[in-house]
């Protein structure tokens, strides 16, 4: 059983709640979130009168689930999610377009990339100013000053931020930058990370791992919910497995299992995925044609020169066609494009 207290719940709720439930001999496990506070009971939950519970100050909501990701899970919340990130929609009534460079290299690649990724639709930009490299004689990124490359583009463009954050004592810093923090698949079970960025307060993309089960990517998702943070939007990027031909194994029915699975939006990455420029569009289709929320594809003004990834990132020639999946695609599942929301 979990029970989500309400922002306006103070300590002193807090401390009835669980005064209440250890006396019926139940466990509770508190974690405060920036919006929202969550208290975990683990124990024999029969003993306790959800009503009684309900009725107390403070509370917001009372939820019994027998999966072992108990927030994220749809048995207590059958309605799809929809996150907001920077007044950008990702969820079951749109498809989100979040496209640019995978590495932040310079001011003039960085918004030349964004402006291609505007040209395609994109509503989103994604930058990577930290790279977890599987040498570590690879480019790492530039950290802050990437960063600062971001918000310049930001402010150049109106694109809100999508980047990753590698080590628990960034997030703070990342955060202070971006508009949404990515989780990449190096670091789907890295627990420390996921805690960290699920109290940060910004939106979360989370990476299924390479070699991670459906369950196991949602139990990661459950660790940044555990944290207060239930605008959670799921990645899935391809898995490893024996085939060659391909940099990963796009898992197209990952994504309707965890949209019945999970209340969390579901997108994809079709340029991790498959790793080669020719192969990212019709995996943009597929993506789509199987009720993805959302794609997230790399560009690069250069990509010969370019530092990462410059096989995999689409250039000016794509952009055409790119917007036209973009505008024929999702209407023929009921879905618009997202576009940025006016507040």
Known sequence: MVIVMGQEATGDDIASIVAVVQAAGVEAFVSRGVRRTIVGLVGDVTQLDEASLRGMPGVREVMRVSTPYKLVSRENHPERSTVHVGGVPIGPGTVTLIAGPCAVETPQQTLEAAR???????????????????????????????????????????LPIVTEVVDAQD???????????????????????????????????????????????????????????????????????????????????????????????VIVDPSHSGGQRDLVLPLTRAAIAVGADGVIIDVHPHPEQAIVDGPQALVDTDLGELAQVMRDFPPLLGKTAAAALTV
């Open 171 to 265: 997030v703070a810093l990342v955060a202070s930058y971006a508009d949404m923090l990515q989780v990449g698949t190096r670091n789907a079970q890295n627990f420390a990370l996921l805690q960290a960025v699920g109290a940060a307060g910004r939106p979360v993309m989370l990476k299924r791992g390479m070699s991670s089960t459906i369950e196991e990517w949602l139990m990661a998702a459950e660790y940044i919910a555990q944290r207060g943070n239930l605008d959670i939007v799921l990645c899935e990027r391809g898995i490893r497995t024996f085939e060659t031909a391909t940099r990963n194994t796009l898992d197209v029915s990952a994504v309707p299992v965890a949209q019945r699975l999970s209340h969390l939006p």
């Open 116 to 158: 291609m990724a505007m040209a395609a639709g994109a509503t989103l930009l994604r930058g990577g100013a930290f790279k977890p490299r599987t040498s570590p004689y690879a480019f790492q990124g530039l950290g802050e000053q990437g960063l600062r490359i971001l918000a310049e583009v930001r402010e150049e463009t109106g």
